[in-house]
């Protein structure tokens, strides 16, 4: 059974830094595409960034410049380096990967559990 799990969330203050992680674990024969979304109270889930096997990367034009996307291919480990932080960015943020389990033909989406990142004073 394949599952992503985050970690590194939390309370910061307006300006401060904050670094999510999200593994994906079990019985996976590879990953392509993995990224972060993050859905405020009353909004709708929307993308923040995601970044290719091969490094490629994109970002919403609202945290361009503030927020990096890394990933560790050998660990299937995605990260999101997080800076300048605006209350803005309150939001539950959610891990996501497109990937084929062991026991799949094909490729599907997979979801981590969430992390509330928090932006106040």
């Known amino acids: 059974q394949v599952q992503l799990v985050e970690s590194g969330g939390g309370l910061v203050q307006p300006g401060g830094s904050l670094r999510l992680s999200c593994a994906a674990s079990?019985?996976?024969?590879?990953?392509?595409?993995m990224g972060w979304y993050r859905q405020a109270p009353g909004k709708q889930r929307e993308l923040v960034a995601v970044?290719?096997?091969?490094?490629?990367?994109n970002y919403a034009d609202s945290v361009k410049g503030r927020f990096t996307i890394s990933r560790d291919n050998a660990k299937n480990t995605v990260y999101l380096h997080m800076n300048s932080l605006k209350p803005e960015d309150t939001a539950v943020y959610y891990c996501?990967?497109?990937?084929?389990?062991?026991?799949?033909?094909?490729?599907?989406?997979?979801w981590g559990q969430g992390t509330q990142v928090t932006v106040s004073s």
């Open positions: 079990g019985s996976i024969f590879n990953v392509n595409t």
């Open positions: 996501n990967a497109d990937l084929r389990a062991r026991d799949s033909r094909w490729y599907d989406d997979y």
């Open positions: 970044i290719t096997s091969g490094g490629r990367a």
